[in-house]
């Protein structure tokens, strides 16, 4: 992260989720979230006609299918999400929650709370933006830097209850922090999550950049050049060891499979495959 400066990528994502693949945009508050130049992009196929799809073909062609990605991930953990809010569960914590409009733009959230944790830069950000607009449910903020503090203490001032189930939701953070920081998290966060807990977390397998020699140079070193370096990867064992045995992994699956889930007109892009979102059930036992 660039000091005091919001997060680049999470623009890059809500920019994404605010075009869309088609008509029917997946996050409609993107656009007045984002920097307004960006916004308008976002929005310029609504007031394009007949050109509209060209341009989004074109906008998706461009970004090598990022768009496609980043809708098909957030499609995938919003029908998690759904299946969670239907079995009561009623607080989700958003980890690096960044421009994350579901609080905004969800139908059945009801009386669920919703924590967003985050670098105090974007979220300051994120706040001013979002103004005054109602949220469908209640919104609580937590600031905290993942590589220096702990978000726990934060979070139960905040009022969140550890004594019930809650969903957990970590979108497209963990490969920007180190090996440490990501048990960490989880680490803190199995801690407060009582039996039947739900966590949705997107995690990058090492040695799946694409474009061969030139993307294992030339990807990293434009995260780095953004002040967003690429760091945490994970195998999916060492996920598993890293979250059991508190947690029963229940899904596991790359961009194809969010496709398949989410029946989604989003083609997932052979160049983010190397990126997986797991989801997993907090078991009963006890400590
Ligand atoms: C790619 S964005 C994803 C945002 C959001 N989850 C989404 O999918 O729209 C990465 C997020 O991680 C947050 N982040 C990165 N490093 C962080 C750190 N060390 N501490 C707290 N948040 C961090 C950024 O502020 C940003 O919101």
Redesign the pocket.
Known sequence: ?RKGL??G??F???FA?GLGVDDQVLDPVARDLLPSWLGRMADAPRHLGGAAALYRKAMRATTFGLIDH?VL??RAIDTHLASALQSGIDQVV?L?????ARAWRLPGLGMTTVFE???P???QYKQRRIGGRTPRAEVRYVA?????ERFSEGLERAGFRSADASMW?????AM??RRD?IRDTLEQLTRLSAAGSELAMTYRVPGMLPFGALGRAAIPALFKAAG?PLKGTLEPHDLVSTVTPEWDVVYDDDARGWQKLTGSLADPARSFLGERLAVARRSSQTD
Do not use: N
């Open positions: 992260m919001p997060s990528t999470s890059v994502v809500s989720r980043a991930r957030t958003i690096g929650a960044g421009l994350d944790v985050d670098h830069a974007t979220q905290v830097d993942f590589e220096k939701i970590w979108e497209g953070v920007y922090l920081a967003e």
